[in-house]
């Protein structure tokens, strides 16, 4: 039987994927179309008003990639995590300053409400967040495909229905008041393919 196999494209799936088989034997080639590797998880550079800013051009934080697989496929030696020192700055069309994505949710809150109206609840947000993530986490380390049956008795039914079952402008719409906050957050919840977010399941 054949060992080679040829991935294509150098997005983290890729190389992880790539990472895995190699170590398992297999000889690996990979193809992308791109000038870097990375895909998704790359940085870019814009300058705003004479100061330049360093933005992820996707994933800004990995929370899917498990600290097992930076351990098995050694990126824990070579990497060093990086948690910036200021928070996200956010800038709608003629923004003159800055909206400051506190990572505190009652710093956020208080924001939120100061430069965008929101009247909103953004601290449930969070908390319901980091549930649906950790489900889905355990299950992942665990090597169990996410079922309803397991969200629905992990989360409950309301929560599934807001988080998994629905659609994201539902669950946008739960939390949040202000068009602003719902965009914003619409990054962190809405499927990153081109998927309206009235359609079921696209969060
Ligand atoms: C705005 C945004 C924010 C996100 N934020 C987060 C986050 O905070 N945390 C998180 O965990 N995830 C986040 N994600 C999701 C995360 O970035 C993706 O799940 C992840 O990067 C997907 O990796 P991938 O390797 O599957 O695909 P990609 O990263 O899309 O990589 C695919 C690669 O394949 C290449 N390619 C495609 N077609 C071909 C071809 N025919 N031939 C050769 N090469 C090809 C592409 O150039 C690309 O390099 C975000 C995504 C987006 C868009």
């Known amino acids: 039987m054949s060992r080679k196999i040829i991935i294509i494209g ?12 190699q170590r398992n034997g297999y000889e690996v080639s990979i193809i992308e179309a791109k000038a870097k590797v990375g895909g998704a998880c790359t940085s870019e550079t814009v300058t705003l008003a004479g100061k330049d800013y360093r933005y992820a051009s996707g994933a800004s934080v990995l929370g899917l990639m498990q600290r097992f697989i930076f351990e098995e496929t050694g ?4 990497l060093k995590t990086f948690v910036p020192e200021s928070p ?6 003629n923004d003159s300053e800055p909206t400051v994505i506190y990572r505190n949710p009652k710093d956020l809150d208080r924001e ?23 489900f889905l986490q355990t299950g992942y380390r665990d090597a169990v495909t996410p079922n ?12 599934t229905n807001l988080w998994i079952t629905g659609d994201a402008k539902t669950l946008l719409d739960h939390y949040f008041t202000s068009d602003r906050a719902k965009i914003y957050m619409a990054m962190t919840v809405a499927e990153s393919g081109p998927v309206s977010i009235r359609e079921k399941s696209s969060h």
């Open 10 to 21: 150098a997005g983290i799936n890729g190389l992880v994927a790539a990472n895995y088989l």
């Open 75 to 78: 990126l824990s030696k070579k």
């Open 88 to 93: 996200k700055l956010v800038f709608f069309p």
């Open 112 to 134: 939120l409400r100061d430069k965008w109206g929101e009247q909103g609840n953004i601290e449930a947000f969070r908390e319901d967040e980091s549930r649906v993530i950790d």
């Open 148 to 159: 309803l049956e397991d969200a629905r008795s992990n989360l409950g039914e309301t929560l």
